[in-house]
């Protein structure tokens, strides 16, 4: 099976990258460099018109939507147990990735993109300022389900990759995060994790690429 994850630095597909390093898959990179809006090109455009990075390619057929895209490659790779295996506990993970997805992820655009949610002129400071403070109020709620827990179920799953990516990319914003130290340790774990120093490793290496080109 081919599978060729097209991915940018810092963006959310970070987290299918994570999650197929750690399930051992052979997966190549297609680099989409948002700030050329290589999204927008007629050739990715033709592969995920929404636009947006992930999108996987499995055998040639796409896959778009990162919850979507984590279930899957749990699915495939049944033995890393990337997914928790009780229905409840499904469902329980599930509803925290949706969460990243419709509730956390929104805040992170809005501060990143505040011209997409209100064009008045000079609002866009304000904009950002409401996006950080929605977003302190999610981490706030993470923290509090962190507490004593080195992950968000019982071993590393979907979920983890998903909430380091919202975390690590909410504290690139100017809001202080640094006092959510349940966040904070989990972030430091996911660092240790060899998928993820994988990752950091390689996104080095593109974003020198991008500053060259
Ligand atoms: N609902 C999509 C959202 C993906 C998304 O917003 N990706 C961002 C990067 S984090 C993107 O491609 N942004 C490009 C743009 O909006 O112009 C998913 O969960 O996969």
């Given at each position: 099976?081919?599978?060729t994850?097209?991915?940018?630095?810092?963006?959310?597909?970070?987290?299918?990258?994570?999650?197929?390093?750690?399930?051992?898959?052979?997966?190549?990179?297609?680099?989409?460099?948002?700030?050329?809006?290589?999204?927008?090109?007629?050739?990715?455009?033709?592969l995920?018109?929404?636009?947006?990075?992930?999108t996987l390619l499995i055998?040639g057929q796409a896959?778009?939507?990162?919850?979507?895209?984590?279930?899957?490659?749990?699915?495939?790779?049944?033995?890393?147990?990337?997914?928790?295996?009780?229905?409840?506990?499904?469902?329980?993970?599930?509803?925290?990735?949706?969460?990243?997805?419709?509730?956390?992820?929104?805040?992170?655009?809005?501060?990143?993109?505040?011209?997409?949610?209100?064009?008045?002129?000079?609002?866009?400071?304000?904009?950002?300022?409401?996006?950080?403070?929605?977003?302190?109020?999610?981490?706030?709620?993470?923290?509090?389900?962190?507490?004593?827990?080195?992950?968000?179920?019982?071993?590393?799953?979907?979920?983890?990759?998903?909430?380091?990516?919202?975390?690590?990319?909410?504290?690139?914003?100017?809001?202080?995060?640094?006092?959510?130290?349940?966040?904070?340790?989990?972030?430091?774990?996911?660092?240790?994790?060899?998928?993820?120093?994988?990752?950091?490793?390689?996104?080095?290496?593109?974003?020198?690429?991008?500053?060259?080109?």
């Open positions: 099976m081919k599978l994850l097209a991915y940018c630095p810092v963006a959310c597909s970070m987290v299918p990258y994570i999650l197929l390093t750690e399930a051992k898959a052979e997966f190549e990179t297609m680099v989409i460099n948002l700030g050329k809006a290589e999204h927008l090109s007629e050739k990715y455009l033709a995920n018109p929404k636009g947006k990075v992930p055998d896959l778009t939507e990162n919850i979507a895209i984590q279930v899957w490659i749990a699915q495939q790779f049944p033995s890393f147990e990337l997914m928790p295996k009780e229905p409840l506990k499904f469902a329980q993970a599930l509803s925290v990735m949706s969460w990243c997805s419709s509730a956390i992820h929104p805040k992170l655009t809005q501060q990143a993109r505040p011209e997409r949610y209100c064009d008045l002129p000079e609002s866009a400071e304000s904009v950002q300022n409401l996006g950080s403070h929605s977003m302190l109020e999610l981490f706030a709620i993470a923290d509090n389900m962190l507490e004593g827990r080195q992950h968000f179920f019982d071993h590393f799953t979907c979920v983890d990759a998903y909430f380091y990516w919202c975390f690590k990319r909410g504290s690139m914003f100017k809001g202080d995060t640094l006092i959510f130290k349940n966040c904070q340790r989990h972030l430091q774990l996911m660092e240790q994790r060899p998928s993820v120093q994988k990752l950091l490793a390689f996104e080095k290496e593109v974003q020198k690429t991008f500053a060259a080109n």
